[in-house]
């Protein structure tokens, strides 16, 4: 039992060295930086920050390059790491309405106050190869124009709220929960899963907002706005009383427009959907606010009945790290459990082999006679 397990550590440490050897690729080639990878794959390291729930570029690049290319293999490094870095301190919500933005589309108004920002995107682009990416030639710088504040880009939501046309926006001042701290039990307030949404799978949350789409959930969504950009991170100092910048982060923000909702004492009015997500991540941001609206089924009155809606499915599910866990653990060593249960097909096996023989060797009865 020694020498396998003494054997296994060397093969162990092989494969480690070829792995190595495979992320390092063709030593003819200039091995990429971790400034690279930040900066010219970006919206990778956007997507292992967002979903690995630690806002730092440097890392994220760095979990890339380690995983070669793997993003939840980078995403399970990220949050490995975050998990031994201290708490000092939370700050206070964010405020997106001052964002600086980068991007700002309505599918709701053509003219809004502060207008359309298309910013960087591929919605208008040919999904045709370019053969240039073969190439490091010269690009066109692209022009932005910062949007400072609310003053100046109000919400679409809040120009519906201000005619009374969308439900209005829940305040609480209560502590909200931590998904990371505390187990989670059923049912969760929409903190807690909207905590869970944002550093959900992308692909998974994409299923699921389509499947909302295509009837399998009560939505009908028009997106009110997606902002992209630059908000201030503060934290309160009690000895200085007041808030303090200590940074920045670039998030998308989407607030879906649903279908309207009324009742007996309240007029009919649109509800809505919300997604926040680390860099630059529009479509796990719309994805998000889809499946947030279908998760508010109870707040509604409206049957659960499509897997959108159900919420211990949809947040037990959408965790990548843990499905990558109970997935690629099949893969490792299971010996004992296989060679027991083969054990118990073989005895199966062998008593019905007997039973036939039995039956086969029975006299006739006289009927049969």
Do not use: W
């Not at 931590?178 to 905590?195: F, G, S």
């Amino acid at each position: 039992m020694y020498v396998a397990v003494k054997g296994g550590e060397a093969a162990i440490n092989n494969a480690h060295r070829l792995m190595a050897d495979r992320r390092r690729g063709d030593r003819n080639v200039p091995g990429l930086t971790i400034e690279q990878i930040a900066g010219q794959l970006a919206l990778a390291v956007d997507r292992v920050m967002a979903e690995g729930s630690l806002y730092d570029p440097d890392l994220a690049a760095m979990a890339v390059r380690q995983a070669r290319g793997d993003l939840i293999e980078a995403i399970f490094l990220l949050r490995a790491y975050r998990t031994t870095l201290p708490r000092f301190n939370n700050s206070t919500p964010i405020d997106t309405a001052t964002m600086r933005i980068e991007r700002r589309v309505s599918a709701t108004y053509k003219d809004i106050p502060g207008g359309q920002l298309l910013g960087p995107t591929f919605d208008y682009t040919h999904r045709l190869i370019d053969p240039a990416m073969t190439e490091d030639g010269p690009v066109e710088p692209g022009h932005r124009r910062p949007v400072e504040s609310d003053a100046c880009a109000p919400r679409v939501t809040d120009i519906l709220n201000g005619e009374g046309l969308i439900e209005p926006d829940v305040f609480s001042n209560a502590e909200p929960s931590d998904l990371t701290r505390e187990p989670t039990e059923y049912p969760v307030d929409r903190d807690l899963r909207l905590q869970a949404l944002a550093r959900g799978d992308e692909g998974f949350l994409l299923a699921l907002g389509y499947s909302t789409q295509r009837g399998y959930g009560r939505t009908h969504p028009f997106v009110g706005e997606i902002r992209i950009g630059m908000v201030d991170v503060e934290i309160d100092m009690p000895e200085l009383g007041f808030a303090v910048t200590v940074g920045s982060v670039r998030v998308t923000e989407c607030q879906m427009v649903s279908q309207f909702k009324g009742s007996a004492g309240v007029k009919p009015r649109f509800t809505r959907g919300y997604g926040l997500v680390f860099g630059h991540s529009e479509r796990k941001a719309m994805a998000m606010s889809l499946v947030d609206r279908a998760l508010r089924a109870d707040e509604f009155d409206e049957q659960r009945l499509a897997p959108a809606q159900d919420e211990e499915f949809v947040l037990e599910h959408c965790d990548n790290v843990q499905s990558t866990g109970f997935v690629e653990h099949l893969k490792l060593p299971h010996y004992v459990d296989f060679q027991a249960e083969l054990d118990l097909l073989r005895q199966l096996h062998e008593d019905t082999t007997t039973a036939t023989i039995d039956d086969d060797q029975a006299p006739l009865s006289e009927a049969a006679q």
